[in-house]
């Protein structure tokens, strides 16, 4: 698709739902909603470009979320769809904004999970918090860096994996060690390294991108956990006009897999009406 490789899980009957994962996560995230969300729709969850696929068809380029969410566009029309549902968690919360942004007549429903979309705000976040005032996230400006992170985290991957999950998770079994090693196996080499951090380098792209965007007005669902859910509704409150939240608090920020009843209750409600 879009001058690369996709690769997508897909099952179940229905309107297409199209589930679009976070950093540093694969389709595997959705693991706990695919079953409960396939019982009715066809569910199409897309490893982005960079992942999912072998390194020597791992691009150099095209990691700006307008890109991003052409590749899925491709996608849904060569399974044979005019349109779907589009489902997003954090980096893929991104793509599925900018999705419905630049193909409002694909997107049916929008739904957001914890994240909106880079905008100007990014460049006030602090890289040194004070303590006790929130998690300070560095990997945004590590991913930055080109080259570097390569070098410390190959054939290490499990290290930063185990390390974001242990420090992230109300309940450390939401994430199995199991999970973690499926994360840290599709981010372990230098050249998944270096595409995926590509995500991240396209942000000041994105951050453009966004103002040249109308707001949307199709339905949106966004669910936020506590820590996010002030930062996602006033983002939203400028970029979308049909907007319905929901705080997942049982959550710090991996809602479909710290709270996936809830999350599939509140996805299905929203996809049916």
Do not use: C
Not at 208 to 221: A, F, M, Q, R, S
Request: proline share 5%; net charge negative.
């Amino acid at each position: 698709m879009n001058g690369t490789r996709l690769h997508y899980v897909v099952g179940g009957s229905g309107d297409p739902v199209v589930l679009l994962h976070g950093w540093p996560e694969t389709w595997w995230a959705y693991r706990k909603l695919m079953p409960k969300l396939a019982a009715h729709h066809r569910v199409i969850a897309v490893d982005h470009r960079g992942i999912g696929v072998p390194d020597e068809l791992k691009p150099s380029d095209g990691f700006t979320k307008q890109n991003m969410a052409r590749d899925v566009h491709e996608l849904i029309r060569s399974l044979g769809y005019d349109s779907a549902h589009i489902v997003g968690h954090d980096l893929g919360a991104m793509v599925a904004y900018s999705f419905a942004a630049n193909h409002p007549e694909a997107t049916r429903r929008l739904a957001l999970l914890d994240v909106v979309h880079p905008d100007e705000t990014y460049y006030d976040r602090p890289m040194l918090r004070r303590p006790n005032t929130g998690f300070n996230m560095w990997w945004n400006a590590f991913n930055q860096v080109r080259g570097l992170p390569e070098q410390v985290f190959s054939g290490r991957g499990w290290y930063l994996i185990d390390w974001l999950y242990s420090n992230s998770l109300k309940d450390p079994e939401s994430v199995t060690a199991f999970d973690r090693a499926v994360y840290a196996r599709a981010y372990d080499t230098p050249e998944g390294i270096r595409a995926t951090n590509g995500w991240y380098q396209a942000f000041h792209q994105d951050i453009e991108d966004i103002k040249t965007y109308g707001k949307v007005t199709l339905p949106l669902l966004a669910l936020a956990a506590p820590t996010q859910y002030d930062q996602v509704q006033d983002q939203l409150s400028h970029i979308a006009t049909d907007v319905r939240m929901v705080r997942v608090d049982k959550s710090l920020h991996w809602l479909a897999e710290d709270d996936p009843d809830l999350v599939s209750r509140e996805l299905l409600d929203f996809l049916a009406q």
